[in-house]
């Protein structure tokens, strides 16, 4: 069985990179998610104690001080490190430039999602989910659309 320190590929992209011991993971390590995102953790025979999520862009969940996008501050965590863009530039997403979405598609977090087949896929286009009626509704309703534009103020001439 694995032991020691290693690597450990999943068939859906996710690495493990830490301590092994009689073939699970056990003592400190990381999953390396395919969207950016680490879960690092002191692990148990398998099991993650002592957890620690880092968001793709180095932004820390921490569950008992969590204060980001609580309804008072509405600011992206680029926004947060960076400051404010000029006014009249618009920040859609964290990302910047934001990912372009395919026509008819929606933006999910994670990748995009076709109404019209309820498929997410990642952001190369690789298939990720199957979406069930409450998230197909939620995306619906909450996420950036292909076709959101934004319109500047035309004065009247």
């Known amino acids: 069985r694995m032991e020691g320190f290693g690597r450990y590929a999943l068939p859906t992209g996710t690495e493990y990179r830490g301590a092994l011991w009689d073939g699970v993971f056990h003592g400190h390590g ?3 998610l395919p969207a950016g995102g680490r879960y690092r ?3 148990a025979r398998g ?3 002592q957890v620690k999520y880092v968001f793709a862009d180095g932004l820390e969940y921490d569950e008992e001080k969590w204060h980001y996008c609580d ?3 509405r600011r992206f ?3 947060i490190c960076s400051g404010f863009k000029p006014p009249g530039i618009p920040r859609l997403t964290n990302l910047d430039p934001p990912k372009i979405i395919p026509e008819g598609c929606y933006d999910c977090g994670d990748g995009f999602y076709d109404p019209k087949t309820r498929i997410v896929v990642d952001y190369k286009h690789k298939f990720l989910r199957n979406a069930d009626d409450d998230e197909h509704e939620w995306i619906l ?3 950036r ?3 959101d ?3 500047k103020h035309k004065p009247k001439l």
Do not use: N, Q, S
């Open 149 to 151: 534009l934004i319109t």
């Open 141 to 143: 309703r909450t996420c």
């Open 77 to 79: 965590y680029t926004e």
């Open 30 to 32: 990381e999953l390396l």
């Open 47 to 49: 099991v993650p104690t």
């Open 71 to 73: 309804g008072y501050d």
């Open 145 to 147: 659309k292909a076709w």
């Open 41 to 43: 953790a002191l692990w």
